[in-house]
Nanobody, 124 residues
Framework: VQLQASGGGLVQAGGSLKLSCAAS????????MSWYRQAPGKQRDMVAA???????DYADSVKGRFTISRNNVENTVYLQMNNLKPEDTAVYYC???????????????????WGQGTQVTVSS
């Protein structure tokens, strides 16, 4: 599976952007799809996540401003970002994880995949 993210760009504070991330290949095993971000000199942090069942989770810093959604048929996850702030400036990464059956066994193995980043820059 490969993840292809798009939708980043430059926006003024208070503006909006929508990120998209499409999973290509055999994606039946994906459970959670997430967005992370990493600002220069900082660690990569989770921004929002959504399970295949639709359960959402958000970082406190984006609650009420960002909305994650997902199309399970097309294996695509979106991040609608409203009321953007300069501190939201970062490279945003798409992430997917789940359990893949191990052939000829009843076991599964945990798999996670990262997409390439997309730059989001919010000017003040």
């Amino acid at each position: 599976v490969q993840l292809q993210a798009s939708g980043g760009g430059l926006v003024q504070a208070g503006g909006s952007l929508k990120l998209s991330c499409a999973a290509s290949g055999s994606a039946f095993w994906i459970n959670t799809m997430s967005w992370y971000r990493q600002a220069p000199g900082k660690q990569r942090d989770m921004v929002a996540a959504i399970t295949s069942g639709g359960r959402e989770d958000y970082a406190d810093s984006v609650k009420g401003r960002f909305t994650i959604s997902r199309n399970n048929v097309e294996n695509t996850v979106y991040l609608q970002m409203n009321n953007l702030k300069p501190e939201d400036t970062a490279v945003y990464y798409c992430h997917a994880d789940g359990n893949v059956p191990v052939p000829a066994t009843i076991k599964v193995r945990f798999v996670e995949v990262w997409g390439q980043g997309t730059q989001v820059t919010v000017s003040s």
